[in-house]
């Protein structure tokens, strides 16, 4: 149907007039046969406008950046959208320390966990020598552990050569590391939980490996990379801790080294967790020390918030 700009106000109408008769309306006289038409009129402009409107509402609903799901306000939208904390200048700090670590002359580079194994031996017997290494460094120097290890290498580190040798023996072979007569209990229990579940190879997830005795989380994420090649933590020792709160890479300050360990982990990209224990041990072995750190040769001094006012 034609609109009436296009035929005219008159054509309309008796187009309307017609169709009306035709089935059978009766209509007044005079002017009163226009109302049909005012009618039509009025309704395409109220289609008209409703039209306007759904387009202007599509529009405003468009130009809306986040709409707030059911139930939930603006407020609780907007904090959803927030970016996770994280430490102030910490990549600045990361490249200073590696800087500082480039030359790799700390004590851990060279006699810890990696180089404490017997490469030659099969992959079961190294995963084995691992374990028992870290479970030696507790409380122990690297240089201490790594005598102790190969004390007991020389004599064939194995789980049933550990389990032949008596406790008086085992504990020579292991003195002086930290606590070395609890050490031996511990290293003697786990060798025979290994040979009686496992076969003689080390659990491969941290739940079993936490489970022996004498194993802590930081030793079951290490033992998980250095044995496994799997990435399943960040391990945090005494030095780790020490820093990470000197540096303030803690949201509040940790009392333990595992509320540091997750605290680490709720910011710290995965690709890094690796990397951070070998780093930051050396760190605080050189420079970053528990008593008296060497500040004045640190490269962090003036992003340090433990070196402020030193």
């Not at 005219?8 to 038409?37: F, I, Q, W, Y």
């Not at 007569?181 to 490996?209: C, F, H, M, W």
Request: charge should be positive; hydrophobic fraction near 35%; glycine fraction near 8%.
């Amino acid at each position: 149907m034609c609109s009436p700009q296009e035929s005219g106000m008159n054509a309309v109408g008796a187009r309307m007039v017609t169709r009306s008769r035709s089935r059978g309306a009766g209509l007044r006289r005079g002017g009163e046969e226009a109302a049909p038409l005012r009618s039509v009129e009025a309704a395409a402009e109220g289609r008209k406008s409703h039209s306007s409107v759904k387009r202007q509402r599509k529009t405003q609903r468009l130009n809306v950046a986040y709409e707030a799901s059911e139930g939930e306000t603006g407020e609780e939208a907007e904090h959803l959208q927030a970016p996770g904390w994280e430490p102030r200048d910490w990549q600045r700090q990361l490249e200073n320390i590696r800087t500082m670590r480039s030359g790799k002359d700390a004590p851990v580079d060279q006699l810890g966990v990696e180089h404490c194994y017997d490469l030659s031996a099969p992959p079961k017997v190294r995963r084995y020598q691992v374990l028992l290494s870290l479970m030696l460094s507790s409380q122990t120097k690297d240089q201490v552990t790594a005598g102790a290890m190969q004390r007991l290498r020389a004599r064939g580190l194995t789980v049933d050569s550990i389990l032949q040798t008596d406790d008086s023996t085992l504990g020579m072979l292991i003195y002086p590391v930290g606590f070395w007569r609890n050490k031996v209990k511990y290293i003697k229990q786990t060798s025979a939980i290994l040979q009686q579940r496992y076969g003689g190879d080390i659990p491969a997830s941290v739940a079993e490996l936490v489970a022996l005795p004498g194993v802590g989380p930081k030793m079951a994420h290490l033992a998980m990379a250095v044995a496994w090649g799997t990435v399943s933590g960040i391990a945090v020792d005494t030095h780790v801790h020490r820093i990470a709160n000197r540096l303030k890479w803690t949201k509040k300050a940790t009392k333990s080294p595992e509320a540091t360990r997750t605290a680490l982990e709720e910011w710290l990209p995965r690709e890094l967790w690796s990397e951070i224990n070998g780093l930051l041990v050396g760190f605080g072995q050189q420079t970053c020390l528990p008593v008296h750190p060497r500040c004045q040769a640190c490269l962090n001094r003036a992003l340090c918030p433990a070196a402020q006012g030193l």
